[in-house]
């Protein structure tokens, strides 16, 4: 079964910093674009970051200048630092992995095939 478990998520001061992991497992992801989407309360889930196979970054422009996201193959995990919070960043954060093997870095979720469970990032002002 595979499964995508995120973690690192939690209370923060604006201006602080956490870092959020996605731990797959059921089988390996290191030829397949990941990506990282948020939800806030009332909204839809949006784009914040993805990853391709070969390792190129795509950003929300929210995020952009702020946010790193990066991947471990060897651990088969994906990783987001998010430095300089805001509290527009609080939402519960997803990661996502897609099925096929393209090098791009999808931005809809739609082209995402597996999901995690979602963290909550809580940024306080």
């Known amino acids: 079964q595979v499964q995508l478990v995120e973690s690192g998520g939690g209370l923060v001061q604006a201006g602080g910093s956490l870092r959020l992991s996605c731990a797959a497992s059921g089988r390996t992801f290191s030829s397949n674009p990941m990506g990282w989407f948020r939800q806030a309360p009332g909204k839809e889930r949006e784009f914040v970051a993805a990853?391709?196979?070969?390792?190129?970054?795509a950003y929300a422009d929210s995020v952009k200048g702020r946010f790193t996201i990066s991947r471990d193959n060897a651990k088969n995990t994906m990783y987001l630092q998010m430095d300089s919070l805001k509290p527009e960043d609080t939402a519960v954060y997803y990661c996502?992995?897609?099925?096929?093997?393209?090098?791009?870095?999808?931005?809809?979720?739609?082209?995402?095939?597996?999901w995690g469970q979602g963290t909550q990032v809580t940024v306080s002002s």
């Open positions: 990853i391709s196979r070969s390792g190129s970054p």
């Open positions: 996502a992995a897609d099925s096929s093997t393209s090098y791009d870095t999808p931005t809809i979720p739609s082209r995402y095939h597996y």
